[in-house]
């Protein structure tokens, strides 16, 4: 990857899934550190730890699963819900304003054209800093998926390699 951006066959590099032990290895070690790493975010589970380390060292972190694939009965969240209604907003919109607020670069899924036009619509509105805190406080620091430092998880990923 370096030597494709040295050889301006890449305007930057991307990495995914570099907690901050691997996320620290791979800055000690490489010569053009990563512009972007990608890693499971959302309001359950949102890095906070991570995201320091990776601002310290200037690389953007983004969001996979920002909606946690709806794990967590997500788009019920009553916090979500509660700041919505005061905005005209859903739940995803909040969580997705939630984290831009954050610093977090996102990347929702979706198949459907009208919540792909919701996910986008969610310049108009700003949360303040108690309905920041409020959201703050649902983070448990633990994955909604799996920990990428598991064996058994690494074994599986290299299976289907
Ligand atoms: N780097 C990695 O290791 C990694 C791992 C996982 C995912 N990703 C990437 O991350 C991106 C995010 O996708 P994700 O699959 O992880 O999940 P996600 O964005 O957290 O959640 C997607 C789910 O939310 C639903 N949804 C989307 N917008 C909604 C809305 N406004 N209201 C209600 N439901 C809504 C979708 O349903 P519908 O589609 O039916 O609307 C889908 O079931 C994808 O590009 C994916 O490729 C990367």
Do not use: C
């Not at 490489?30 to 601002?55: C, D, G, L, R, W």
């Not at 304003?97 to 509105?125: A, C, T, W, Y």
Request: no cysteine; glycine share 6%; hydrophobic share 40%.
């Amino acid at each position: 990857m370096e030597e494709a951006y040295k050889a301006g066959k890449v305007r930057a590099i991307g990495v995914s899934n570099f907690y901050p032990d691997r996320y620290l290895d791979i800055v000690h070690f490489s010569e053009v550190k990563p512009a972007v790493n990608q890693v499971e975010t959302h309001i359950f589970q949102q890095q906070k730890v991570a995201k320091e380390y990776m601002k310290k060292n200037g690389t953007q972190i983004m969001s996979w699963g920002p909606f946690a694939e709806g794990k967590n009965d997500y788009f019920n969240t009553p916090a979500l819900k509660e700041i919505g209604a005061k905005y005209g907003k859903t739940a995803a919109q909040v969580a997705l304003r939630f984290l831009l607020q954050s610093g977090v670069v996102l990347i929702p899924k979706s198949v459907h054209k009208d919540r792909m036009e919701q996910n986008f619509d969610i310049f108009d509105f700003e949360l303040n800093e108690d309905e920041m805190k409020k959201l703050e406080a649902l983070d448990t620091g633990e994955s909604l998926f799996f920990s990428h430092h598991d064996p058994k998880t690494v074994e599986w990923f290299m299976s289907i390699i």
